[in-house]
């Protein structure tokens, strides 16, 4: 091997170890595919309509991500779960069908009527329900948490992203 | 065989090498190589699109061998914060690199209000005597300091004596540079010469980077998201000068809830200046206002007054000279009187 192309490798190796070399950010916990599914799941509990932004614009995906290694990684194993039995269910389809589809297939674990094999005994309410409050937080919340990107929902509602509030307004007495 | 060795050396080396090299990619400074590391790519972006474009990386931001590592350190350590954020150290030490390139605008502020130090902001004895310290101070004033109110004073009373627990921020200014400016985003860098032609300061349009750090969300929110506010005399909304730069000032110098002029730290201009805005008179970073007038006057003054030297400063919000709310009557209370000189009457030299 010529000494140049050792060097090559070397700074192959280095590029490929210490940085990706794309160019949106990948996710930190969920794998590619898991993210997608997460996406769509999201995507069905607050979905995009023409006039208003959903979870997606929002990036409620993201948020959940990045909590999962911080506030919420002790339901890492969860949500692989979850992910990965909604996908069961579909045939590894379920970011393929469409909007209604998903909802319907959403709402049975609302109730509880998943497959228990699949779902557990609680037929996948609790889980259904953690996802629900995760994307709600990641909608509504401050964008420094790493949803609402870009103050999407705030200015769906028409709050102000900083408010004019003078010194005072605080003070109490 | 021989390869295979080769690339496990490669490899070793390229371990032994990352900090290093990590170092190398960051000054190397083409924001391609930053962009590698793809959670600054939003970043890079922004600024390949920004005015600062023509300026690289690390003539802004700190670039040490040890920032570097610790950049990596946390990126492996699976330590990034939900996004990649300056630190207060950073953002003072940035100031300097501000300074370096502007220098002018750097030693107006320096000499202006805005670079106001934590001491004569958070020790003193008036101010903490009447309202209790809390963690809204820094909304408006030490927005990038890290922790609450309780971390940087002591006590947290209105008795006092008040101390800095961080003493080392005492002489530290609370409003740097990034308090008011925001470098990745969107915006053309105006040459010399087209500003010149082109542009006079009466129809000045606002500079990109003008954007509030938002102590809430950690970010700093562009001139287009801070509004205006209406504010009332009485039941009347004051005219209000559509000048969108003002939503920075409007940020901290806010009159209260309600809205009403005079209010709070309201200044919003009202009698004879009502409908200007607050850059027509105060300049950028120095604050001050006097060169200001004789770019309207005298052709507009009525009164023969001469603007360079007549009195306008009233601490007192009732006094009838009170540059942002004289009107005509405060001056003539019986009324106008008929005019006497011409509009270019010499009386008003300059």
Redesign the interface.
Known sequence: MKRRSFFLVASGALTGAGCGHRRSAPFRTLSESEAATLEAWCDALIPSTDGTPGAKEARTSRYIDIQLTRRFRKFRPQYQQALAAIEKMTGGRFTEISVEERTVLLEKIEKGEGDKALWGPDGGREVFNLILQHTLQGFYGNPRHGGNHDYVSWRMLGIPVVPVRGRGVAYGA | M??VL??A???A???L??AP??DY?YKAGGGEAC?????I??QV?AWMESSHREVRCEQCHHSGMLTNMRR?RDHWA?E?P??PRMKHADVLAMTERCRSCHQQEYAQWRNGPHSVTFESLFLDKKHNSE??L?D?CF??HGMHFEGGIEDLVQPVNTEGPWELKRADLKNTPALPCLSCHSVHRTGQPLKGHVRKAGISWREEIARPSLA?F?R????P?ALG?????VVYEDERPVKMSPDQRQGLC??CH????GGQIK????RTPMGVHEGLSCLACHDHHRGTTRTSCATCHPRLSNCGLDVETMDTTFANKESKHNIHWVKCADCHPKGVPPKRVSSSSPRLAP
Not at chain 2, 254 to 257: G, S, V
């Open positions: 021989k390869t080769a690339i050396m490669a490899v080396l390229a371990g090498l990352l090299a990590t990619a962009a590698r590391c793809h959670e790519a939003p972006e990596v699976g990034v939900a996004k309202r209790i809390m809204d909304r408006c509030l938002d809430r969300s950690l970010a929110v998201d801070l509004p205006l506010p409007y940020q806010a009159p209260l809830a209010s709070g730290d309201d």
